[in-house]
């Protein structure tokens, strides 16, 4: 690897720790393996859920199936999140991004 990328990826390291707020690069790694975590596990629930409510890709209007599954997936996976945090010990980090969230949607709606 030449000197010049390696540069540029340490200072896209260090800008992603910066963001992330992360202590360290295996903190950031942790930060990022709790993320995609979440992600796959809210997938695999969101269909669960939409399954009991008896919403199926194949028989629901894509109009009525899309959005519904988007909303489901988005309020599934902040608790979601929450609990794979939890199991890393790093509920705290997360629960920060969670209420900034929830306020953003407050701000949105004129809560």
Known sequence: ??????R???SLVE????VFKARSKAHLLLIFLIFGLSG??????SDVVLGIVGLDKNTTITLIYWPTRLITLFIVYQGILLMVSACFG????FSRYSLKLIRRI???SGR
Do not use: D, G, P
Not at 1 to 6: A, C, D, E, V
Not at 90 to 93: G, P, S, T, V
């Open 15 to 18: 800008r992603l720790i910066t």
């Open 8 to 10: 540029k990826l340490e």
């Open 1 to 6: 690897m030449n000197k010049s990328l390696k």
């Open 106 to 108: 407050k701000t949105i």
């Open 40 to 45: 796959i596990l809210s997938v695999s629930a």
């Open 90 to 93: 790093e509920f705290n980090h």
